[in-house]
């Protein structure tokens, strides 16, 4: 499996495939790759011929020092397990910090329409912003055809669309499944950080969102709401940080259920020093 850490080595290379007339998915990744990630490079192989796995923690979208730096950084298991879904069709790009920033490790400022107030965007400043410098650099790079994200950052998925669609960069953005460990808890490269303790606990947040979801039925968004920060308030281990109940297509919280809408219930919890997202489709 070929591994590109220049961006100009990986431009060149991508220009004679393309010259070939091959169809190019890309899957970004921070690395510390899981079976949710395999999931989204499987569903990429199956549309294109060449998929490229970034695998790069980007300081910008962290405004936590300390998760960066203890954020997994497994490049060689990374590579080792990309090769038992392809060995031939998938291109790693991991670059370093200074490849993609060039000595100026700063964020480009977005508007994506009031998407990146909302859940996330009030508790992680910049970090949407980091999220589009990123991925307009990698688009710009790569010039992927087809790009894949899952949907557990639900929020990112709806600002990469939205990013794409405002700066008018050729490539489509396609959401996929949250993958699930067998408990329920949604797969993330944080879930090997938790302590024995937490990620015990930590299958508690799916199952708040499905019976979340099936209160969502009969009650209000505000009643659904205070249900669930009673369920967190006296919980020994996991501490709610905020739980919504949101048009999928603003992000915004619902006031009053509209029959022609879809929503979606968003939470994010601490376990421990650890953070935990996750999101539900109501309807
Ligand atoms: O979802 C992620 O892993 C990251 O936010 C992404 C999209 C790779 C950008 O760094």
Redesign the pocket.
């Known amino acids: 499996m070929k591994v590109y850490t220049e961006k100009n080595k990986i431009i060149d290379a991508i220009a004679e495939l393309k010259s070939q007339k091959l169809s190019i998915g890309m899957v970004?990744?921070?690395g510390a790759l899981h079976q949710g990630h395999l999931q989204l490079v499987i569903k990429a192989l199956e549309d294109n011929e060449v998929v490229v796995v970034?695998v790069?923690?980007?300081p910008t979208?962290f405004d936590n020092k300390d998760d960066l730096e203890k954020y997994p950084r497994t490049l060689d298991d990374d590579v080792e397990l990309l090769k038992t879904v392809s060995k031939d069709a998938i291109i790693v790009y991991a670059p370093s910090v200074d490849d993609i920033y060039e000595g100026n490790t700063v964020s480009e400022t977005f508007d994506f329409d009031g998407l990146e107030f909302e859940m996330e965007g009030r508790f992680r400043h910049g970090h949407f912003d980091?999220?589009g410098t990123?991925?307009k650099r990698?688009f710009d790079i790569v010039k992927p055809h087809n790009a894949y994200?899952?949907e557990?950052?639900f929020q990112?998925l709806q600002i990469?669309k939205k990013l794409v669609e405002k700066q008018h960069i050729p490539v489509n953005v396609i959401g996929c499944k949250i993958h699930r460990e067998t408990s329920g808890l949604a797969m993330s490269?944080r879930n090997t950080r938790l302590k024995p303790e937490h990620k015990l606990a930590a299958p508690f947040i799916y199952k708040i969102l499905k019976t979340a979801k099936t209160h969502f039925g009969t009650k209000s968004a505000n009643k659904v709401t205070e249900w669930v920060e009673n369920q967190f308030k006296n919980h020994d281990v996991l501490e709610l940080e905020y739980f919504s109940i949101a048009d999928t297509g603003t992000l915004k919280p619902v006031k009053r259920k509209s029959n022609n809408k879809t929503y979606r219930a968003f939470i994010a919890v601490y376990a421990g020093d650890i953070r935990l997202i996750d999101n539900i489709a109501l309807n």
Do not use: H, L, R, Y
Request: no cysteine; glycine share 10%; net charge neutral.
């Open positions: 970004p990744t921070m970034s790069f923690v980007n979208q980091g999220v990123i991925v990698f994200f899952g557990k950052d990112q990469i490269s």
